[in-house]
């Protein structure tokens, strides 16, 4: 099967489906939907970076929690504080955003004309909503995870920057310094917390083609007069919901690495440890043998800010999956 992908991969460089839709077109209407989302949603992203960052217990109600961490920032910072690291999110995300549905969209045109991934179309209103291709649920799970882990790659230094700018452990002045401060620390700063981020994007990015494509399918079918950016925004809420609390605790390891500068947070296996045996500051120094298990977290530490990163992703996958696909139907008609 992988063989086969790989020969369709070499075979279909000049893939029709994107000749007719231009890379350009798909470049920027995915860097659109990256920049709306930035924009709109810093604040979510910023209040989920800070309480991830800790190191202690959450013993408050989390909706306690995040009010206290936004009257911090805004005592501290003021209104503004609140889209502090925007700049850095905008560097990471637009590029990001383009690149994966571009990339998305071509490898699923490339497995399209493959017999073990090309979907069979069940009903004949299928495409009125859409001009994306289409494959099994097998071929958009792969499809997403691949696309998604290879983008990340490539822009891991900038997801690290993003992580640092959001943080209040850090001190940076300017987003070229920041970068070149972390180039010089060498590779391994550069990939560090990839193998978390591959954990959490790779499920997350092939459960959400999967459940986003089978709703929307269903969608259309069952109410055909509805506005397709209704049913993409429908669509993308409820898969980026569900994929995001299946996913969540690979992104609370993958920010302690990036953020955290001490030896304990540079390894997964270690990061993990440290997150479930994590209790109030202080307690688990003073009683690290003969007290510890009293305060371990266990499973809820890998879930902090999980309801800030929920709502986060159901209105950025609602707004820019409606912003790309919108703007394709748009261009395209």
Do not use: C
């Not at 700049?87 to 690149?99: D, E, I, W």
């Not at 060498?186 to 917390?193: Q, W």
């Not at 977290?297 to 800010?305: H, K, L, M, Y």
């Amino acid at each position: 099967m992988f063989h086969s992908l790989a020969v369709l991969f070499v075979d279909n460089i000049h893939s029709p489906f994107m000749k007719n839709a231009a890379v350009g077109q798909h470049l920027l209407s995915g860097a659109l939907s990256g920049f709306a989302g930035a924009i709109l949603l810093q604040p979510l992203d910023l209040l989920k970076t800070r309480i991830q960052q800790g190191d202690s217990a959450l013993n408050a109600r989390n909706t306690t929690i995040i009010w206290r961490t936004t009257k911090d920032i805004l005592r501290n910072e003021g209104m503004k504080g609140l889209w502090t690291g925007t700049s850095a999110t905008l560097v990471r995300n637009v590029p990001g955003v383009a690149l994966y549905f571009t990339s998305l969209t071509y490898l699923r045109s490339v497995m399209a004309k493959s017999p073990y991934f090309s979907a069979h179309q069940r009903h004949s209103r299928d495409s009125s909503k859409t001009v994306l291709p289409k494959l099994s649920s097998q071929g958009n799970l792969i499809a997403g995870a691949t696309a998604r882990v290879g983008v990340g790659l490539i822009l891991n230094p900038f997801s690290i920057l993003k992580a640092r700018f959001e943080s209040e452990l850090y001190a940076y002045r300017s987003l070229s310094g920041s970068l070149l401060s972390i180039t010089r620390m060498g590779p391994s700063e550069l990939m560090r917390g990839f193998v978390a981020s591959s954990l959490r994007d790779a499920p997350y990015a092939g459960l959400f083609v999967v459940i986003y494509e089978s709703i929307k399918r269903e969608t259309t079918y069952f109410i055909p007069t509805a506005y397709a950016a209704g049913i993409h925004s429908f669509s993308a809420a409820s898969a980026g919901a569900i994929a995001t609390m299946a996913t969540h605790p690979f992104d609370v390891i993958k920010t302690k690495m990036q953020v955290r500068s001490e030896d304990r947070y540079r390894g997964f296996t270690t990061t993990v440890t440290r997150i479930f045996k994590a209790g109030p500051v202080g307690l688990h120094v003073l009683f690290i043998f003969s007290s510890l298990n009293s305060q371990q977290r266990g499973a809820a530490g890998f879930f902090d800010g999980a309801s800030l990163r929920m709502s986060r992703k159901i209105f950025s996958s609602a707004i820019g999956w409606a912003v790309f696909e919108g703007m394709l139907l748009f261009m395209q008609t």
